[in-house]
């Protein structure tokens, strides 16, 4: 069974507006994951963010983690066209890493 | 540097036929990893390999068998396609000491089983 769950499953935002994604997990966790898939393409690491960080920025991306709540959100600011994908939040344990079913963000010109 | 290369990219199957998918990896990882992508489901593990000379299942091994060949190969057998195997199937590796590190991923391979 997949351990994250994402939040909402479909997201459209006007181009230069900010995305906000939000995943739940369940067990305990060492760290979380973000990935992106764009259309037809394998998935890319975006950031990892540890269990004892808050927050975690990346170019236009701000990670933020609440262990006590089991749960993590992804913003996006700024977005462009290119940002047009899903996204997966992913936790890991004994090798295997579980992957929510997504947010797929549409970003309209 | 390739990354993650699989192939074939694209395979169609009549029900019964078998087919191995190849996966190779240039960065010296040990752990390696199927999935399989459905509409709406988001990634599914089916079978990995921690190191070389280990394999194992995952969520959804039924179907399928695996072989870790060497340190760069993993492959993916399926050996009787039903059509509910029709799915993108993704190879993964990753480096994982401590803890787990980012996956990287090859393009997919798209199966449809008739």
């Known amino acids: 069974s997949q351990q994250g769950e994402e939040d909402p499953q479909a997201l459209s935002i006007q181009e230069g507006e900010n995305a906000t994604m939000n995943c739940s997990y369940k067990t305990s966790i060492n760290n979380l994951q973000w990935y992106r898939q764009n259309s037809g393409r394998g998935l890319v690491h975006l950031i990892l963010?540890?269990?004892?960080?808050r927050e975690k920025h990346s170019g236009r991306l701000r990670v933020t983690l609440d262990t006590s709540k089991k749960s993590s959100s992804l913003l996006i600011t700024a977005s462009r066209a290119a940002d047009t994908a899903s996204y997966f939040c992913a936790t890991g344990d004994d090798y295997k890493l579980s992957f929510g079913a997504g947010t797929t963000v549409t970003v309209r010109a | 540097n390739a990354g993650v290369t699989q192939t074939p990219k694209f395979q169609v199957l009549k029900t019964g036929q078998s087919m191995t998918l190849q996966c190779a990896q240039d960065m010296n990882h040990n752990s390696m990893y199927w999935y399989r992508q459905d509409p709406g489901m988001g990634l599914r593990l089916i079978y990995y390999?921690?190191?070389?000379?280990?394999?194992d299942k995952g969520e959804v091994p039924n179907g399928y068998n695996v072989s870790r060949l060497n340190k760069r190969e993993f492959s993916l057998r399926l050996e009787s396609a039903a059509p509910s195997q029709t799915s993108v199937y993704f190879c993964?590796?990753?480096?994982?000491?401590?803890?787990?590190?980012?996956?990287?991923f090859g393009p997919g391979t798209r199966l449809t089983v008739t």
């Open positions: 993964a590796s990753t480096q994982w000491a401590q803890g787990p590190y980012e996956q990287y």
């Open positions: 963010i540890r269990s004892n960080e």
């Open positions: 390999s921690a190191s070389e000379g280990t394999t």
